[in-house]
């Protein structure tokens, strides 16, 4: 993850923690699609609001975020332990029957996306599920706030995805966010299973 990107969100942990929102409508579809009771990674958890909805559906939740300050507060609210993790530093192999991925991923440098992508593929058991969103359009740059972002494509993040492993795409859609610095984005939404063999 960007250096400066990481420390934006240890330094204003509280602040973020204070704005997240609601949690993702799509967090259901999601969980339905996951065995009972299954082993979930959340990466990027934030202030745990999804993380909320997991543990209280009786998933086994393993939350992480990059900023240890993050994750603290958010172990706090859950009551629940909330590992301080970068995305390279996954390396679970088959333990996961879900990956959760919620506008964190977007935080990856282009060139680096598909070796976290590679980590995700390896971490999920077979037939498991990975849900990301990310940021549309080409290239890359920072916010207002100086927060790094990968824009990508469809078509882009297909072949980034392809490349990290086999994989079954079950859904691709598009929605409309504000961000935390109060603009617009508009959000590629990707859930995909991987294969059995």
């Known amino acids: 993850m960007d250096e400066t990107t990481l420390q934006f969100y240890r330094s204003n942990a509280q ?28 990466l990027g958890c ?15 939740l393993c939350a992480t975020d990059g900023s240890p300050e993050m994750a603290k507060i958010a172990s706090q ?22 990956v959760w991925a919620s506008a964190c991923l977007l935080h990856v440098p282009r060139d680096e996306l598909a070796g976290i992508l ?10 498991g599920v990975f849900y990301a ?27 980034a995805y392809a490349s990290a492993g086999p994989w079954i795409t079950l859904s691709s859609d598009t929605n409309v966010i504000q961000s935390f610095d109060k603009t617009p984005a508009n959000m590629l939404n990707f859930v995909v299973r991987k294969p059995v063999a």
């Not at 602040?15 to 959340?42: C, H, M, N, Q, V």
């Open 133 to 159: 969103s990310y940021k549309m359009g080409e290239g890359d740059g920072r916010d207002s706030l100086g927060r790094y972002y990968s824009y990508v494509s469809p078509e882009w993040l297909e072949a």
């Open 46 to 60: 934030g202030a745990g609001n999804h993380a909320a909805v997991m543990l209280a559906e009786g998933f086994s």
């Open 15 to 42: 602040s973020y923690a204070d704005w997240a929102k609601a949690p993702s409508t799509r967090l259901p579809g999601f969980l339905a699609l996951l065995p009972r009771g299954g082993a979930i990674l959340e």
């Open 118 to 127: 590679k980590r995700i593929h390896r971490a999920l058991k077979p037939s």
């Open 77 to 98: 609210r859950l009551g629940h332990p909330v590992e301080a993790m970068r995305f390279d530093e996954l390396d679970a192999q088959q333990a996961y029957d879900g």
